[in-house]
C-alpha cells in the first residue's frame, strides 16, 4: 500500500483560499486513483474531488463544482487540492485516498487513507 500524507490545511475567512497537498510514499504513485473525502464532526465522510491516475480526468460534486480543482503531480508523488471560494459549510477534516483502476465517490473503494488535516472556514 501507498502511504499518505496531507498538508495544508488551517483557519480561513469566508471566501478566501486553501490549497492541500497529499504526499505519497511507498509503492508506484502513478498508478494510483487519487481522492479527496472530507468529513465534518458527526457527519460520514464526503466524497470531494478524484483524479485518475494520469490526471485526465477529475471528478467532482455539484457541492464544490467550480470552486475546488484537485491536480497531481506525478513526478513529485503528490496530489493537491485548490479550493477557493470557501464557505463555513466547507469546514471539516480533508483526507486524500488512493486506490487502484477506475475514480469513485465511494470512500469504502480507497484502499490507503492518510490521517487528515483540519480545514476551518469562518463566517
Known amino acids: 500500500q501507498v502511504q499518505l500524507v496531507e498538508s495544508g490545511g488551517g483557519l480561513v475567512q469566508a471566501g478566501g483560499s486553501l490549497r492541500l497537498s497529499c504526499a505519497a510514499s511507498?509503492?508506484?504513485?502513478?498508478?494510483?486513483?487519487m481522492g479527496w473525502f472530507r468529513q465534518a464532526p458527526g457527519k460520514e465522510r464526503e466524497f470531494v474531488a478524484a483524479?485518475?491516475?494520469?490526471?485526465?480526468?477529475?471528478y467532482y460534486p455539484d457541492s464544490v463544482k467550480g470552486r475546488f480543482t484537485i491536480s497531481r503531480d506525478n513526478a513529485k508523488n503528490t496530489v493537491y487540492l485548490q479550493m477557493n471560494s470557501l464557505k463555513p459549510e466547507d469546514t471539516a477534516v480533508y483526507f486524500c485516498?488512493?486506490?487502484?483502476?477506475?475514480?469513485?465517490?465511494?470512500?469504502?473503494?480507497?484502499?490507503?487513507w492518510g490521517r487528515g488535516t483540519q480545514v476551518t472556514v469562518s463566517s
Open positions: 483524479i485518475s491516475w494520469t490526471g485526465g480526468s477529475t
Open positions: 511507498g509503492r508506484t504513485f502513478s498508478s494510483y486513483t
Open positions: 485516498g488512493a486506490k487502484y483502476f477506475r475514480p469513485s465517490y465511494d470512500p469504502g473503494e480507497y484502499d490507503s
